[in-house]
């Protein structure tokens, strides 16, 4: 069974540029997760997708972050304008049922 | 006040040594609790589910105290290979949030 799939692996940018990531779920897992990872610190939800709909997204910074998960499989998350202390791993995760979250590898942003 | 509260360590433990980790949470709504492994520069996975009697995997065991809001899991017996960061997660039915702790880093020296 193929895992959750992320891209890009890595991105620099410069602060106030914009910048986008994409995450493939596990096949049938209806439920979605982006977490943002500050080094040092465990993951820190952002936004959860229940298929194409929003279910959570209180720790999502709306002024600068969106996200979109418009068939209900594939997610983007964007940020513009980036800031400095954006530089994190961005992690994406699915869930079958909410049973246990299963990570993809992260895209690791760095805004200079 | 944060979800999830673990000691962020870091613990250096010689090899063959058992240690343990802890972990509290704060909602009392929560009802399911996992630990994940993250190993440096990776993604995290999950390590075990932590049932209410207490569960075991080899030479982990993770128990729960609903009463206390409290979580641990114990490694015996410490291999070179469990360095990482060990992150404990509570979920919360009413959406299916899984909330994360700071992690606590173990280091297991030759």
């Known amino acids: 069974e193929a895992g959750v799939a992320q891209s890009p692996r890595y991105k620099i940018i410069e602060k106030r540029q914009s910048v986008a990531f994409w995450c493939n779920p596990i096949?049938?897992?209806?439920?979605l997760y982006w977490y943002q990872q500050i080094l040092g610190q465990g993951p820190k939800l952002l936004i959860q997708?229940?298929?194409?709909?929003?279910?959570?997204d209180s720790q999502l910074p709306k002024d600068r972050f969106s996200a979109e998960r418009l068939k209900g499989v594939d997610s983007t998350l964007k940020i513009q304008p980036a800031k400095l202390e954006d530089s994190a791993v961005y992690l994406c995760?699915?869930?079958?049922?909410?049973?246990?979250?299963?990570f993809g590898p992260g895209t690791r942003l760095l805004v200079l | 006040r944060k979800e999830v509260e673990q000691d962020p360590g870091p613990f250096n433990v010689p090899e063959g040594a058992t240690v343990a980790f802890n972990c509290t949470y704060s909602?009392?709504?929560?009802?399911?609790f996992f630990w994940y492994r993250q190993d440096c520069r990776k993604e995290p996975k999950l390590l075990m589910s932590?049932?209410?009697s207490g569960n075991e995997d080899g030479r982990f065991t993770a128990q729960l105290n609903r009463a206390s809001q409290y979580i641990s899991l114990l490694i015996r017996d410490s291999k070179l290979s469990d360095s990482a960061t060990y992150l404990c997660?509570?979920?919360?039915?009413?959406?299916?949030?899984?909330?994360f702790g700071t992690g606590t880093s173990l280091t297991v020296i030759p």
């Open positions: 932590v049932y209410s």
């Open positions: 995760a699915s869930s079958l049922d909410g049973a246990s979250a299963y």
């Open positions: 997660v509570v979920k919360v039915y009413t959406g299916n949030q899984f909330y």
């Open positions: 096949s049938g897992h209806a439920t």
């Open positions: 909602n009392s709504a929560s009802q399911s």
């Open positions: 997708f229940q298929n194409n709909g929003v279910v959570d």
